[in-house]
């Protein structure tokens, strides 16, 4: 396969699915913690820059969680859950300065 045209590579994800519309499990909890976690490596905390890559893989097993069939991520969205869970809340706002 070569290297598909961005235009259409955005028509093809951008393409209604009858699947879209399934509900996946996401309680306001887990939310926002990975809202959290997301804002906080934005806003530059080192320590949580490996985590939004963790949250986006949870997102993605969530999703592939309620089509039995599909293949699935490396690791399942309860242990992609558990991982987030065990750390803390970040901080609000900028970092303090980090030690490199």
Do not use: F
């Amino acid at each position: 396969m070569g290297i598909l045209d961005p235009d259409k590579y955005q028509g093809l994800l951008n393409a209604p699915d009858e699947l879209d519309n399934i509900p996946v499990h996401l309680t306001r909890h887990q939310a926002q913690k990975c809202a959290a976690i997301v804002t906080a490596g934005h806003d530059g905390h080192a320590a949580y820059a490996e985590a939004t890559v963790t949250v986006a893989k949870y997102l993605q097993a969530l999703a592939l969680d309620e089509l039995p069939g599909l293949s699935r991520t490396a690791a399942d969205s309860a242990t992609l859950w558990q991982i987030l869970d065990d750390l803390p809340w970040p901080v609000p706002g900028p970092p303090a300065d980090q030690a490199s």
